[in-house]
């Protein structure tokens, strides 16, 4: 029976149509499943960077309000890109949503290919780090990544 087989399979070349269907639907399955994979980590990194210079945007409004004995309310735009020259480069904007005063600020950080925000307020002591559109690229569901 075994020799038997053996002698049929010897005997076959190529592949049939059916076999070659199969093949062709496990692949379409496959990148149907890996390419939304595929351009969701790419957003993520996209948004990595924007954290990244919301990062480097507070540790010059730190470093702005150190310079001016505690007080945050004279750090602008050009006074962080004074202390920290990269910030708003790499296709980054930073901006400041609203005025600093002397204990509170944010710093906002929006990616250019994404459109993704990432944002750090800080009112007194306390941080809170918010970014938009939840749930989307680097942005949590719900809005925070601190």
Request: net charge neutral; proline share 3%.
């Amino acid at each position: 029976m075994l020799l038997k087989l053996r002698e049929r399979m010897a005997s076959e070349k190529g592949f049939t149509l059916i076999e070659l269907l199969v093949v062709m639907l496990i692949i379409g399955i496959l990148a149907a499943i890996a390419i939304p994979t595929f351009f969701n980590q790419k957003q993520k990194a996209n948004d990595s960077s924007a954290k990244a210079m919301a990062h480097t945007a507070q540790t010059a409004m730190e470093t702005c309000g150190t310079d001016n004995n505690g007080s945050y309310a004279t750090c602008d735009l050009t006074a962080l890109q004074n202390i920290e020259q990269s910030i708003g480069a790499g296709g980054n904007t930073v901006s400041l949503p609203a005025a600093a005063t002397a204990t509170s600020y944010q710093v906002r950080a929006t990616n250019g290919t994404t459109g993704h925000w990432f944002q750090i307020d800080r009112t007194g002591g306390t941080f809170t780090f918010t970014c938009n559109p939840g749930g989307q690229g680097g942005c949590p569901t719900g809005g925070n990544w601190g």
